[in-house]
Every structure is written in C-alpha cells, then in structure tokens.
C-alpha cells in the first residue's frame, strides 16, 4: 500500500488566508490532519503552541502565520505555489515515497499518510503519519526543498510503523536517556540519510546546513567526536538521576548542533557503505542500540 496524500489542511488554510473567514478555522480544527499535530504535540510537551483545545491550536498556527490582512496577502502566493508543487512533484510522482522505501526493508508497506499543513513545525511525523508544513519559512523561500524534508518524514513515518514505538520524554536516569539518544540518532540519522543521493545529483547539499556539514570531513569529525562523548556520557552512567545539566547537553544533539541528523546520517551512511543497504534497513527492526554498534563495528 503508498502512503495516503491529504491536502486539505493546506487547501482551508489558503482559504483562510484570503478571506479571513474565521470558519476556516473552524472546519481545519475538525480534520485528522489537525489531530496528528496536535498529538505530536501533546506528546513532545511543545510548550509553545496551545494545546487545549484544536481551534485553539490551529487559530495560534495560522495568525501566527498570517497576522494582519496586508501580511496574509504577502504570503498567498508563496503558500498557494508550495501547495502546486506539493502536488504535482511530490504527490503525483510519488518521488519521496519511492526513495525513502529504499532505506526501509523490503516489502515493507505504508499504513500511514502524509498531511500538508501550515504552521506547525517544518515536518513531523507521529505513529504512521507525517505532516509537512508548506508555508514554513524554508520552503518560502525555496518549495523544492519539500522533496528533500518529505522524503525524511516519509521514511520517519516507516520507521515508527516498524519498530512499533514512539520516544518517550519521561526520562529517570541516564540509561533511559542513552536509550533515547540511540533511538533519536538512529530515526534523525536515517531520515536525513534517506535524501542524500538526491541532494547530491539535484547539487542541493550546500542548501541545507545538516548537509553541508554532512559533506564537510572537517566539521564532520569534530561532530562525531562531540556526540560520543555526549553519548558515553549518559551510557556510562546509567544509575545516575537525571538533572536539568544533562537535558541542556540533549539540546546540543538536537536544536543546537543537531548532531542526532548530522552524525546519525554519517553513522548510517558509513553502515550502508560497509555492510549493505539490508543490513542497514534491517536494523530498523532491531533495538536502536544495534545501530550504534554497527557503526563501531
């Protein structure tokens, strides 16, 4: 089975935007796109959008969007482009979802669909769906960008379905926390793994910052290094309690240096490399951890 394509979050979104009609609010809080990205960020505690009730939510993401009538009427036309292209290069091609089964298992089948939303994040992905956000500042300014970001969503959303899980945030000491690196580095690594080739034959990796240092031997070693002594950190010390010193170092692996993306795709790049494409993607099934190992060799 493809994965589903659902625009119609962005399609009452547009509408919103033009007329100012708040009952397109009121119809967007309704759909099932609004509820993936609610629950994702309910989930994840995103302590910056509104979470108590849908219209709220999706009332917080499109004024914050949107803002005055001159503003909505600036963007218009960028959003209603990035929809255009959505369709046509991404949904109609199916390009995203034919790379990233290439770095699931074979046979493996999408359950899940892919939303076209505004506002929320750039892209998530929560149980067997994903979500882009179409008017999200990068692909303002550049809409083939989408491709890349829906082929990592894609794959996210394939490889929740199979490994069955999502991460919890509910960390007690540092051998949950190694448990969660490894799990995030492993999701993060393959997801931005996943579009590479494509970014090299499109010469796309000097756009997106996770890949230019993904190209640049220099900064990769030194965040390889970073990220290890991050990672033995928590791994070495499983006993110990958690503390608010150890989350601000997890903030180094994700917002602030990103190496759960940057390091995690060398890590897979390197697996595929030395041991193949199946034994990369059938580390998938396997707990996180292996994925590390098979790195270390």
Same mark, same amino acid.
């Given at each position: 089975?493809?994965?589903?394509?659902?625009? %119609?979050?962005?399609?009452?979104?547009?509408?919103?935007? %033009? %007329?100012?009609d708040n009952d397109f609010i009121k119809? @967007?809080?309704?759909?099932?796109?609004?509820?993936? #990205?609610? !629950?994702?960020?309910?989930?994840?505690?995103?302590?910056?959008?509104?979470?108590?009730?849908?219209?709220? /939510?999706?009332?917080?993401?499109?004024?914050?969007?949107?803002?005055?009538?001159?503003?909505?009427?600036?963007?218009?036309?960028?959003?209603?482009?990035? &929809?255009?292209?959505?369709?046509?290069? #991404?949904?109609e091609t199916a390009i995203a979802e034919?790379?990233?089964?290439?770095?699931?298992?074979?046979?493996?089948?999408?359950?899940?669909?892919?939303?076209? +939303?505004?506002?929320?994040?750039? =892209?998530?992905? /929560?149980? !067997?769906?994903?979500?882009?956000?179409?008017?999200?500042?990068?692909? &303002?300014?550049?809409? +083939?960008?989408?491709?890349?970001?829906?082929?990592?969503?894609?794959?996210?959303?394939?490889?929740?379905? &199979?490994?069955?899980?999502?991460?919890?945030?509910?960390?007690?000491? $540092?051998?949950?926390?190694?448990?969660?690196?490894?799990?995030?580095?492993?999701?993060?690594?393959?997801?931005?793994?996943?579009?590479?080739?494509?970014?090299?034959?499109? !010469?796309?990796?000097?756009?997106?910052?996770?890949?230019?240092?993904?190209?640049?031997?220099?900064?990769? !070693?030194?965040?390889?290094?970073e990220y290890f002594d991050i990672y033995?950190?928590?791994?070495?010390?499983?006993?110990?309690? @958690? %503390?608010?010193?150890?989350?601000?170092?997890?903030?180094?692996?994700?917002?602030?240096? $990103?190496?759960?993306?940057?390091? =995690?795709?060398?890590?897979?790049? +390197? @697996?595929?490399?030395?041991?193949?494409?199946?034994?990369?993607?059938? &580390?998938?099934?396997?707990?996180?951890?292996?994925?590390?190992?098979?790195?270390?060799?």
């Amino acid at each position: 089975m493809s994965i589903a394509y659902d625009f %119609t979050f962005a399609e009452l979104a547009i509408e919103y935007f %033009t %007329t100012g009609d708040n009952d397109f609010i009121k119809r @967007i809080a309704a759909l099932d796109a609004t509820k993936h #990205i609610l !629950n994702h960020a309910v989930h994840f505690g995103n302590n910056f959008v509104p979470t108590t009730s849908a219209h709220e /939510f999706v009332e917080f993401l499109l004024t914050s969007i949107a803002g005055p009538a001159e503003k909505r009427h600036q963007i218009l036309p960028k959003v209603t482009e990035n &929809l255009a292209y959505a369709k046509k290069n #991404i949904a109609e091609t199916a390009i995203a979802e034919n790379i990233a089964l290439q770095y699931l298992p074979k046979g493996f089948t999408f359950l899940g669909t892919l939303y076209f +939303t505004c506002g929320y994040d750039i =892209g998530v992905a /929560f149980g !067997n769906n994903c979500s882009l956000n179409i008017a999200h500042p990068i692909f &303002l300014r550049d809409k +083939t960008e989408m491709k890349y970001y829906a082929i990592h969503e894609i794959h996210h959303a394939g490889f929740i379905e &199979l490994s069955g899980t999502m991460p919890s945030l509910d960390i007690p000491d $540092r051998k949950s926390m190694a448990t969660l690196i490894e799990y995030l580095t492993f999701l993060e690594g393959m997801g931005t793994y996943a579009p590479l080739d494509l970014r090299l034959q499109d !010469n796309a990796t000097d756009v997106d910052s996770d890949y230019v240092a993904l190209c640049d031997p220099a900064v990769l !070693n030194s965040l390889v290094c970073e990220y290890f002594d991050i990672y033995h950190y928590f791994a070495d010390n499983p006993d110990k309690a @958690i %503390t608010e010193d150890d989350w601000r170092k997890i903030s180094i692996l994700s917002d602030e240096k $990103r190496l759960w993306y940057i390091v =995690g795709a060398f890590m897979a790049w +390197t @697996i595929d490399k030395r041991l193949g494409r199946d034994f990369l993607t059938d &580390l998938i099934t396997q707990p996180p951890k292996r994925f590390i190992t098979s790195y270390l060799g």
